[in-house]
Each structure stands twice: as C-alpha cells, then as structure tokens.
T-cell receptor, first 122, second 113 residues
Framework: GAVVSQHPSWVICKSGTSVKIECRSL??????MFWYRQFPKQSLMLMAT?????????EQGVEKDKFLINHASLTLSTLTVTSAHPEDSSFYIC??????????????????FGPGTRLTVL | KNQVEQSPQSLIILEGKNCTLQ??????????LRWYKQDTGRGPVSLTI?????NTKSNGRYTATLDADTKQSSLHITASQLSDSASYIC????????????FGTGTKLQVIP
C-alpha cells in the first residue's frame, strides 16, 4: 500500500515551453502533497505544499507564477513548469501524506515519495 | 537554525560487510526522525520512522537508533548487498506540523563485490 506515482518519469523540452508533471496517490487519499526539486548531488529542496481544494503554499524563493500547482482531487496533484529554461532542469519529486487506507496500517507523519520526474530543458 | 547533518558524505564497503551511517540534528521542537533510501534517479523510499520515545527500529537488515538527548541517530546496515548501493537520507520532522521537515544531505553508499 501507499504507492505514489509520477508521470512522466522523464521529459525533454525546448526552452520556453511549459511542462506538466502529475503526482498520483494510487491506493490512498492524500489531503496534502509536497513538491520537491533535487539537483545533482544535493538534497531534496521543498518547493511547495499542496492542499486539496486550496492554494498551494510556496517556499521562499520559489516563483508561484512559474511553478503552478493544482491539487484538484485527493489523489492527484500537478506541477506545471511554465516557460521552462535550462536552469529549471532538475529532478522533481512529489510526496503525499497518507490520509487513510482501508485495511492497511500506515505510519503516521510519513511522506510517501513518488519515483521522480527528470526534466531536461534544452 | 534547524539543521540535519549526515556523515560520512560517501562510503564504499565490500559486499557482506556491515556499516553505520550517522545523523546529527538540531531540529527543535522534535517530532520524529526517518531514514530514507534513494536509488539514483528514483524517489526516496522510507526505511524507518522513530518518534521521541523510540530509540531503535528495525526493518530487515536495516536498524536505526535514536538518542533524543544527544540528538543523534544512526542507521546500521547488516550484511550489505550490492542492491544497498544508494543514498541514505535522514529526515527530521518538527512537532506540530507534519509539513515541516528538514532533510539531511545524505550519505552515498556504494557496495562493491
């Protein structure tokens, strides 16, 4: 249980285009999802916290107009990188906090991570 | 300032050997501490999670310890396998807000035959 998927797993795009990344909780409801960015040999950096049905909360230094987050349902959050540039090339990872899963005991306060999306902007 | 420091930064060990990774934190107020394994190009996978009252937690060949007094944790890997090659990340949660966590920079472990 507690599986989080991301799509696509990798994407290459031209500078100036927009890219949408999906994050889904497959077998549980996630009222809160998190979006991270990870540059090579560095730790995960939290970009924003996404709550279902409300506006995302962005970390300091993260442009909300550039990184659009939509958490339309309890199982889906999307991150859209608008007008992508080469410096946006990174590994984007989402995580979801488990709300509940019938029949399966989940650890409290645990974030379940997706497999990540490798974005390369040419 | 909330910080999580891990050591060593990288480690190479022979297959079958044991190893211990360290995590020191200054996060306050403390809620929980988790160890994740991250394979290259993949998202982190949870290994263990410990709250203030727990001082050890095992998951197969992985055993995590926590000393809340000294604010130190360790992850011990027994009888290492080639598949253990990955980055191991220590993540400390803050009290009162599951949304507040501080990530360590990770230890890159390489197990060689």
């Amino acid at each position: 249980g507690a599986v989080v998927s991301q799509h696509p797993s990798w994407v290459i795009c031209k500078s100036g285009t927009s890219v949408k990344i999906e994050c889904r909780s497959l077998d549980f409801q996630a009222t809160t999802m998190f979006w991270y960015r990870q540059f090579p040999k560095q730790s995960l950096m939290l970009m924003a916290t996404s709550n279902e049905g409300s506006k995302a909360t962005y970390e300091q230094g993260v442009e909300k107009d550039k990184f659009l987050i939509n958490h339309a349902s309890l199982t889906l959050s999307t991150l859209t990188v608008t007008s992508a540039h080469p410096e946006d090339s990174s590994f984007y990872i989402c995580s979801a906090r488990a709300y509940g899963l019938a029949g399966v005991r989940l650890a409290t306060d645990t974030q379940y991570f997706g497999p990540g999306t490798r974005l390369t902007v040419l | 300032k909330n910080q999580v420091e891990q050591s060593p930064q990288s480690l190479i060990i022979l297959e079958g050997k044991n190893c211990t990774l360290q995590c020191n934190y200054t996060v306050s107020p403390f809620s929980n501490l988790r160890w994740y394994k991250q394979d290259t190009g993949r998202g982190p996978v949870s290994l263990t999670i410990m709250t203030f009252s727990e001082n050890t937690k095992s998951n197969g060949r992985y055993t995590a310890t926590l000393d809340a007094d000294t604010k130190q944790s360790s992850l011990h890997i027994t009888a290492s396998q080639l598949s253990d090659s990955a980055s191991y990340i220590c993540v400390v949660g803050h009290t009162g807000g599951y949304q507040k966590v501080t990530f360590g920079t990770g230890t890159k472990l390489q197990v060689i035959p």
